[in-house]
């Protein structure tokens, strides 16, 4: 092609981003049906369970079964026993989150605004324990911090000839502590970045006005912080809400009830489940959340916030001196309370006949090859593997095209789908489990969804797009509508381009996306507890299981190989993080 032919100046460019956008258009306008067919998708993902959620709730019997509608559900929630559960919810998750939110906040201080040694891997290690499952590392805790023959407790009796153990994992302080060891790194990737990007001129011009690095930091940095300290803050309280491995692990055994674990007992652990009491419970639950994004909306509303601007400057560092290492040393106890005890903990157990007890004399493999021997491990395995795989290729592949077309064309209807597509990002994994387990039951003979692995499936790929939706539409808005113009111009059809161009640009990211889904799919048990059957269990589901029949030794050996595969996906992740780095 003639480099005469090209836009040159700006008005040529635009022009050629207008004529590749309208090129698109007529692509969509001739595949409607396809386009279609994406939009009954996404409303099957996320409208269909909330509105059979709804369903659920005012109808009497269990689902597939005839039955009618009144609102026995929401009144047998109205109870003083549900208004302390209630109460219980919002005050662990507030607590949990307050703590959380300042440990992140520092955290996030040494790491991007301060000279601590060697930021960048205790940047890593700090961000570790949100990728190890919940399941695991409360599993690690319940034998770390049993008032009886907890690690921690016999070692401090050991060590002190104390009689009474001063750790109690199973109690109020026990929740709120297993919930912060993942709050805080999920708070602190979203906060360590905008600590990052801000423009330290306004700190400086305080502190040249006379204010104190505190009344600096308190009136100046945390008020700029705001639009992601909120957002942070409402993800991390609504997260706290739908919290289900904590609850159950450490509060049930303490007869500390949540919403969620309630909805859990009433539909397994009571002589006659009572879904339509469940339902209901799930439907509030949706209420509450965007009750709290209503709220996020309402404080940063007429607020500007902008502190990045077209000017080059670098982050204001701060000399801590030999300070430098008390913040090293921070970072690195985090690390290891929050990995290096859990992980150690399972390695432990898996080598000693008994939990509890370890003497030299009680060493041994048994447990090992209880697990190897125990066909149900190996089938939920297969499982895991299966639904890992496929569910995070197919929910990248699903957020690519969504962000596609929300990103890179106008198409009238690409808010709906946008909408749809966000919209499972509001529902706790055990309210869209009982969505969809009305759902299934629902449906016509012919499609049998109900009681399979599909089942597993369809929650994982609901509960993942939000975040592969996230991740694509970030590298899209980075990619110019002239290299989609070049390619066309050549000759190339318009899936030649998607797939040689777009996403040959874009495949670290969706790379990067595909390993964080399948942490997701691993890590996640409130939805497959409901909607797994048997020969559909997943490690989770088996994990669990084994915990519930005091099988702690095996659920140690389980564990470290989670915890292996998490180790190695993870360092696969940072590799590709690397290499794109390296290429821009």
Partial sequence: MDARALPTDRAGLVAADHRSVGRLGTIFRDHRLWLTLLVLLLAFLSVYPLAMLFYGSIHSTPPGMAGEFNLDGYVTML????????????????????IAMFLAILLAWIIARTDTP?????????????????????????MLGNPQVGVLNTAWKWATGATTSPINVYSYGGVIWHMLQYSTPFLFLFIVDAFRA?????????????????????????????????????????RGIESFESPLFFGT???????????????????TPQYQYATALAFSVMALLFLLVVWQRLVLRGRNFQTVTGKGYSPNVTKLGPWRWVSFAFCVLFFVITVVLPVGQLLLGSFFKFFGFYDLDMLTFEHYEAVFSNSEFWRAFGNTMFLGVLGATLTMALGGIVAYIVVRTRWKGRRLIETLAWLPWMMPGIVLGIGFLWGFAMLPGPIPIYGTIWALLLAYLALGTPVSVRIMSGVYAQLSYDIEECSRVHGASWFQTLWRILIALAWPSFAVGWVLTF??????????????????????????????????????????????MVIVFRWAQLRFIKRRLSTL
């Fill in 519 to 564: 942490f997701g799919i691993m890590r996640e048990l409130s939805a497959s507890i409901l909607l797994y059957s048997v020969g559909s269990e997943v490690l989770s589901v088996v994990l669990l299981k084994l915990w519930t029949n005091g099988r702690a030794e095996e659920v140690s050996v389980i564990g470290l190989m989670m915890m292996l």
């Fill in 79 to 98: 109870t003083g026993a549900n208004v302390k559960i209630l109460l219980n919810t919002i005050g662990i998750s507030f607590v949990k989150t307050i």
């Fill in 253 to 271: 055994p303490a007869g500390i009830k949540v919403i969620t674990t309630e909805i859990y007992d009433s539909i397994n652990q009571r002589a």
């Fill in 118 to 142: 060697g930021a960048a891997s205790l940047e890593v290690l700090i961000t570790l324990p949100f990728f190890i499952p919940p399941v695991l590392t409360a599993m690690a805790w319940g």
């Fill in 198 to 238: 801000m423009d330290p001129a306004l700190e400086e011009s305080s502190r040249m006005s006379g204010a104190s690095r505190w009344q600096t930091f308190n009136r100046i940095t945390l008020k700029l912080m705001l639009p992601v300290t909120t957002s942070a803050f409402i993800l991390s309280l609504m």
